[in-house]
Nanobody
Framework: QVELAESGGGLVRSGGSLRLSCGFL????????MDWYRQAPGKQRELVAS???????SYADSVKGRFTISRDNAKNTVYLQMNDLKPEDTGVYYC????????????WGQGTQVTVSS
């Protein structure tokens, strides 16, 4: 069973930066694609960024050029560096893991709140 633990959320002013971290326990980290999702109040959860074990990345159009996803396979940790934050980036950010060996084995963290004030 995989356990994910996010940290690094908080309150920041528009234009500021935050770095989210997600620790991964319980399985082989390098065999999982790692994602960051977010959910704003009253909205559906949306995919923000993904990174493969080979370090290929993808981003939602709304965060391209501002957010950077990275992973440290030696530390079993994935990061989301968020720069030039905007009020519309406010929401709960969730770490998500997808096991490459299975179509159904996916895991969620508990989420961390990010609030961007204008």
């Amino acid at each position: 069973q995989v356990e994910l633990a996010e940290s690094g959320g908080g309150l920041v002013r528009s234009g500021g930066s935050l770095r989210l971290s997600c620790g991964f326990l319980g399985n082989i980290f390098s065999l999982h694609v790692m994602d960051w999702y977010r959910q704003a109040p009253g909205k559906q959860r949306e995919l923000v960024a993904s990174i493969t074990s080979g370090l290929s990345t993808s981003y939602a159009d709304s965060v391209k050029g501002r957010f950077t996803i990275s992973r440290d396979n030696a530390k079993n940790t994935v990061y989301l560096q968020m720069n030039d934050l905007k009020p519309e980036d406010t929401g709960v950010y969730y770490c998500h893991a997808r096991d490459l060996r299975s179509l159904t084995a996916t895991y969620w963290g508990q989420g961390t709140q990010v609030t961007v004030s204008s």
